[in-house]
């Protein structure tokens, strides 16, 4: 389980970033026009949790 996250944290945090940013713009123009921004705030989430515990799991693996 803990080599996921690393493979996560490793591989895919770039990518992750870039959807968390991506979204968090999307949700503050959505606002800004009160528009529906559900999607949005679960894709967030997601890539928001998934760097997280990607995050920690790494640091409580003890890997640099």
Avoid: D, Q
Wanted: charged share 10%; net charge positive.
């Amino acid at each position: 389980m803990i080599y996921a996250f690393i493979y996560i944290g490793w591989l895919l945090m770039p990518i992750l970033c870039i959807i968390f940013c991506l979204n968090l713009v999307s949700i503050l123009k959505k606002v800004k026009h009160e528009e529906k921004t559900t999607v949005n705030t679960v894709w967030l989430t997601i890539s928001f949790t998934l760097i997280m515990w990607s995050i920690a799991m790494t640091a409580a693996a003890g890997i640099n």
